[in-house]
């Protein structure tokens, strides 16, 4: 009876001594994500594979697979029994709660004994990346227009019903507003002619999106209205792809991808595609700038880029922006200005047209 109790002791102590020499031998660990971009609080599949390609069990195996801030989970812990050459699979969802880029790369592997005595640990980096987009906004009911000598300024008017381009007249059709019928070539042709706009072609947009909200910028960060004027950003580039209207973009963010290069600029296009990127580079910002606004703001004066209108998106209007957005507004067709905070907008000329979102 002794022998037979020494035995198994031995014969325990070894299998212990094995399990936690070889557990982690041909123990392949890997998670993966379902996707690399994603929306606020959409559901993010987690796929992780376990396999054990040895012919020793694993008795015990906790996981613990560690998410950065930003998701409704900080860790998913499970633990797993896994047979010699037998691969397991779990999934879950996780949902990101904020805007940014996230690595998701830590998970920390722990192997119990026979017997559950001791124990082992391992970290393992996963290598995955997700981009999490701004929340979708309504521009309708984002921004307020603040009252200019022609009054209130729907918040639709500088999208749609501001035709700058005037290519021509043609027949009433019935469809347009009465607003846009020529009346002189009406009298001249005997029949009702309309002004004919081009929105498509002519009609060039430039975003310039702002990431400074105090000087120095690193003083004190307003993080609340930099994420609300991202995401009015992404709501008016929306809006443009619909309207087909070619649209372009400009920030003073600095880029993540470039050392050397310094800021953003986008010449004004259309596409899927394009907005897609755009998304990707929204989701990505920090609060990190490259120059100040108003370097951005003489950028695009020096440039004589053939905008026929400027959109400006900031948290706040700062004192030293006042004097080269004003200068802007004599160069370009058109200069909207929006600001989160609303303030010093009144400083702006008059035919700047203005809208608060605060």
């Known amino acids: 009876m002794i022998w037979f109790l020494l035995g198994l002791v031995v014969f325990t102590y ?14 392949s660990y890997r998670m993966d994500i379902d996707k ?35 998701f409704n989970i900080e860790k998913n812990i499970y633990t797993l029994f896994i047979m010699p050459y037998q691969r397991v699979r779990r999934k879950y969802k996780i949902q990101g709660s904020k805007r940014g880029i996230y690595s998701i790369n830590n998970s920390h592997l722990e192997l119990g004994d026979f017997i559950g005595l001791k124990t082992k640990h391992q970290y393992r980096e996963n290598q995955n990346e997700i981009i999490i987009f701004p929340q979708k906004l309504d521009i309708e009911k984002s921004i307020t227009p603040l009252g200019s000598f022609n009054g209130d300024i729907s918040v639709k008017r500088w999208i749609i019903d501001d035709p700058l381009m005037n290519i021509g007249i043609r027949e009433y059709t019935g469809n347009e507003s009465e607003r846009f019928i020529h009346w002189p070539s009406s009298l001249k042709y005997n029949s009702l002619m309309v002004k004919n706009f081009d929105f498509t072609t002519d009609n060039n947009v430039l975003i310039a999106l702002n990431i400074e909200s105090m000087k120095p910028y690193w003083q004190c960060i307003d993080e609340e209205a930099i994420e609300k004027s991202i995401s009015i950003t992404r709501a008016i580039m929306e809006e443009f792809e619909d309207l087909k209207i070619p649209y372009g973009f400009i920030s003073n963010a600095h880029d993540r991808n470039s050392n050397y290069t310094k800021g953003h600029f986008y010449h004004p296009g259309l596409g899927n595609h394009r907005l897609y990127n755009f998304l990707e580079i929204l989701g990505s910002i920090n609060y990190i700038i490259s120059s100040t606004f108003e370097e951005t703001l003489n950028d695009i004066l020096k440039s004589q880029g053939n905008y026929t209108t400027v959109v400006i998106v900031t948290p706040k209007v700062l004192e030293p922006y006042i004097d080269v957005i004003n200068s802007l507004s004599k160069v370009v067709n058109k200069v909207v200005c929006i600001s989160i905070k609303g303030e010093d907008l009144k400083d702006l000329n008059r035919n700047i047209l203005k809208y608060r979102s605060d």
């Open 36 to 70: 690399r971009t994603g929306e606020i609080g959409e559901d993010i599949e987690i796929i992780s594979t376990i396999e054990n390609k040895k012919f020793l069990t694993v008795f015990f195996l906790k996981v613990s697979e560690i998410f950065p801030k930003g």
């Open 14 to 27: 070894l299998i212990n001594k094995i399990t936690l020499d070889y557990g982690f031998k041909n123990l």
